[in-house]
């Protein structure tokens, strides 16, 4: 007979004496009835008991007196205390439930420890606030430490643990289908579940840890809930049967000796979200039909990350890593139970150093959507699925998987249905981009060490990778995309995709569809091995077979070089190419905006690709450059663009020879790419603040379809400029300083704080421009003036000069930045403009003898001194942009009505 069972049957055989006695019913034995108990209260203390209504009125209190063997109760109102002997010192808790009704509904432990087990099967929708109490050590066969029978009981802040029910093991709470609410509970070291609920279940934090069997169990409860919930080194963590729309949020599932979160086939609408599922035994989450997995990480299981066995299985935003299988494994089969889990989604999945990333079998695959995953060195394969109908692969990328990259597998079961076709979309594996894929018992492999380059004219674009036949019937048709940068200096309508076969050492083409507007070539592959992309050299353009240490001269023909060579230190074989091209290409920044080098104007971008020189050494190139387009051969340098975040490396450059038509220089490289000739930034010592005299800093763009370039300068005043325009646009910008306007334009109306001279391209003359001017601070002070009082002046060669609509976008201590805009080419200034004269009252000023007045209210300088500079000369006013009078006419104005308000006052 178990424990509770005894104290079952001691509260029937005293019911009647009780009842008699006006006490009431409680269960074990009674001792003595002896009055003089403290009075009940809602605070009971340690090891006792209260019954109350739930908002601090109390019914009764049961003392727990370890000395006497007691249960001590004292009662509110006329009935007397009484003492009980009891057995286990949870029958206060027991005594409390038993007496429990509608309005006393609440069981109130004061602390301590309490040892035996206790049911709730008197009262519906009593709670049972634990105050941090242990319920523990109930030894009784298969005794549970708390059994629930009735429905709406809660149970707060209590730990229930160690009830190991014999020999059969025992529960922490056994809930009997009834709705039940946990909240603040730790359930810990029982013999079998922490926790079985055969009903509704809320649980809110909640620990189960070191149970025999499951951490937390649900059976059949519709609608259970379960939040901030911790289950870890129990047999499963979680494990949910036959119930149905389960949530469970903000949960950690470790360290369990089988599943972290195991479910069976009859489990509906389970939805987990921030789940952690780590370091368990078996598979870390376990999904079946209808289930959802959200922003949650499963790692370092020991089988799968996540195993999906049901239809209609959701995965986003999931991290699945270093699990000793599949990251994640979408299977019909758990535990020798049969499912179906098509038309599972796995979306933003993350699958990293497991064995396998994403693994599907053939019965499972069905409609299967794997779209924006990312799969990395998995010691396997990334990605494998024996595709059925409707297998799609989207936004996906697969890379540095110690296998293969990607395999539509055939079936290897005689019952599993026909495999079908893998269709990708937005593919990437390994370093290649396929647009589209479509591949049946293909198996592809990005880890791949290019080829042999192919003999003539033809070169390699782009290693796509090896493909290899998993069974008859084997095709892959592929779009695969390609950058800019591999198509610098080849023909593009020449792009095709190729095998390699290395008995002959030879290429075979497939027949294949390039699309240049698209940069994509597609084709049908049938044949398998080492696939990459062929392109031959653009038409006109340099290129020759390497054979030996030299490509001899190449007759390149373009607007700026002309002839051009390479020469290794040792021998190399292959295809080398040189293009001169015609703008910067958009696949590389302008190498005059280049913060890490000092390049000021490019004369030319040049495309060459050749073998690599090998051994530690550079090869040198020789360029033939036309002489027009070099503003100092002395000083030519060639610039390297590396890529990859070092941007252009300056190059050793020497200039061999200068004519009248060409420069001959040769220059040490360590790679092919795109190079960048012309001269770099001189700095010039002195602040030319102001003057006309002296070499201006001169800066030219190359701009191919794009919306701004800024130019550094090096001689007078202003320090940079930008040149913004209102949509993409090509040709050449060129920027000069100067130190101030022509001799043919009107005075500015201020002095000159800075001027350049902008040139843009033909088509965007007489489109709106935006220039950007950056001056010192310190030549703004020397002016006299505020930022704020900065004007841009406009002169386009005409008899005016224009002021144009500006702003002082940017200061700091060392510049003032002014932006105004301006249709097309033309000089502009930054005006500091002059003061008008300090406003007086009262008396009239002293005579300067050094001037005469004027009968007119304009200034006039004085007559004994003639003007030194431009800028101190006298004003002529500038219209504004918009047509509005210039300071003078404002200066005028002000002394009419000046002199006008005196009169009146004179005649007062």
Do not use: C
């Amino acid at each position: 007979m178990t424990g509770k069972t005894l104290t079952r049957l001691t509260a029937v055989a005293m019911a009647t004496l009780l009842v008699t006695s006006g006490l009431g019913v409680f269960g074990g034995t009674v001792a003595a009835s002896s009055g003089g108990n403290p009075s009940p209260t809602a605070d009971p203390g340690d090891l006792a008991v209260s019954l109350t209504d739930g908002d601090g009125s109390v019914n009764a209190t049961y003392r727990v007196d370890e000395t006497a063997g007691t249960i001590n109760a004292s009662y509110a109102g006329n009935r007397s205390d009484v003492n009980v002997s009891y057995t286990d010192s949870a029958a206060a808790i027991q005594f409390a439930l038993d007496n429990a009704t509608s309005e006393n509904d609440t069981v109130v432990l004061g602390g301590g420890r309490f040892e035996g087990n206790v049911t709730a099967d008197q009262q519906s929708g009593v709670t049972i606030e634990g105050g941090d109490s242990r319920l523990e050590n109930s030894s009784a066969l298969g005794a549970s430490g708390m059994e629930v029978r009735v429905s709406n009981v809660t149970v707060r802040n209590l730990v229930i643990a160690n009830h190991t029910g014999g020999d059969t093991g025992g529960k922490g709470i056994y809930n009997y289908e009834n709705d039940l609410t946990i909240r603040d509970v730790r359930l810990a070291d029982n013999g079998e579940e922490g926790l079985r609920s055969l009903g509704t279940t809320t649980a809110v934090n909640v620990t189960a840890v070191d149970n025999r069997q499951n951490g937390l169990e649900v059976s059949g409860g519709p609608g259970s809930t379960f939040r901030n919930v911790t289950a870890k080194r129990n047999g499963d963590g979680l494990k949910f049967y036959s119930s149905s729309n389960t949530t469970v949020t903000d949960a950690v599932v470790t360290n369990n000796d089988n599943n972290g979160i195991e479910t069976n086939f009859n489990q509906r609408n389970l939805t987990y979200t921030n789940l952690t599922a780590s370091d368990n035994g078996d598979v870390g989450a376990e999904l079946k039909q209808d289930a959802t997995l959200v922003d949650s990480t499963v790692a370092n299981n020991g089988g799968s990350g996540v195993r999906l066995g049901g239809e209609d299985a959701t995965l986003r935003n999931v991290v699945a890593e270093g699990n000793a299988r599949a990251g994640v494994n979408v299977s019909n089969i758990a535990r020798g139970a049969y499912g179906n889990a098509t038309n599972a989604t796995l979306r933003h999945v993350t699958v990293t150093d497991n064995r396998q990333g994403v693994y599907a079998i053939p019965a499972a695959g069905e409609n299967l959507t794997v779209t924006g995953v990312t799969a990395r060195n998995n010691t396997d394969v990334g990605i494998s699925l024996a595709p059925r109908s409707g297998t799609r692969v989207v936004d996906t990328v697969t890379e540095n998987n110690t296998d293969a990259e990607l395999l539509a597998r055939p079936s290897t079961s005689g019952v599993a249905p026909p495999v079908g076709t893998l269709n990708g979309t937005n593919v990437t594996v390994g370093t290649t981009t396929f647009g589209t894929a479509e591949l049946k018992n293909t198996s592809v492999e990005g880890n791949l060490t290019s080829p042999p380059s192919p003999a003539g004219e033809s070169e390699t674009v782009r290693t796509l990778g090896n493909l290899s036949r998993l069974d008859t019937g084997a095709y892959a048709d592929l779009t695969v995309q390609y950058a800019d940068t591999d198509a610098l200096g080849l023909n593009e309508s020449s792009f095709e995709i190729a095998r390699y076969d290395s008995a002959s050492g030879s290429y075979a083409a497939a027949t294949s569809t390039p699309d240049s507007a698209a940069n994509t070539v597609t084709a049908n592959l049938t044949g398998f091995g080492p696939v990459v992309v062929l392109g031959g050299p653009a038409n006109g353009e340099g290129g020759t077979v390497v054979d030996g240490t030299s490509t001899g001269t190449l007759d390149v023909n373009g607007t700026a070089v002309v002839d051009a060579s390479v020469d290794y230190a040792a021998s190399r074989s292959g295809t080398a190419t040189v293009s001169d091209l015609p703008s910067k290409p958009s696949s590389v920044p302008a190498a005059t905006d280049a913060g890490d080098v000092a390049v000021n104007r490019v004369a030319s971008y040049v495309d060459i690709t050749a073998p690599e020189p090998t051994g530690g050494a550079n090869a040198t190139v020789e360029l033939v450059v036309d002489r027009s387009r070099i503003d100092d051969p002395d000083d030519t340098r060639v610039w390297r663009y590396a890529g990859g975040g070092s941007g252009y490396q300056p190059l050793a450059t020497q200039v061999r020879s200068v004519t009248g038509s060409s420069v001959r220089l040769t220059f040490e490289t360590p790679g092919f790419s795109v190079f960048a000739v012309g001269d770099p930034v001189t700095e010039t010592a002195g602040d030319t603040s102001g003057s006309s005299g002296g070499s201006a800093g001169i800066g030219e763009s190359i701009l191919t379809a794009e919306r701004s370039v800024t130019q550094r300068l090096y001689d007078g005043t202003a320090r940079q400029v930008t040149v913004a325009f209102d949509r993409p646009t090509t040709g050449t910008v060129a920027v000069e300083a100067v130190g101030g306007f022509p001799p043919a334009a009107p005075d500015p109306d201020g002095r000159t704080v800075a001027a350049v001279d902008v040139s843009v391209p033909d088509e965007a003359a007489g489109r709106p421009v935006t220039v950007e001017i950056t001056v010192p601070r310190a030549a703004v002070e020397n002016a006299g003036v505020e930022p704020s009082a900065l004007r841009v002046v406009r002169f386009d060669g005409g008899n005016a000069l224009d002021r144009l609509d500006s702003d002082v976008v940017a200061t700091d201590d060392e510049t003032v930045v002014v932006a105004a805009e301006t249709p097309g080419s033309s000089t502009v200034a930054v005006i500091a403009p002059n003061q008008p004269a300090a406003r007086t009252t009262g008396a009239a000023p002293a005579a300067t003898p050094a001037t005469t007045p004027s009968p007119t209210p304009v200034a006039t300088p004085s007559s004994t001194s003639a003007p030194t500079d431009r800028t101190t000369s006298t004003a002529t006013p500038e219209p504004t942009a918009g047509g509005g009078a210039g300071f003078g006419l404002v200066v005028a104005l002000v002394a009419l009505l000046t002199a006008a308000a005196t009169a009146t006052a004179r005649r007062r």
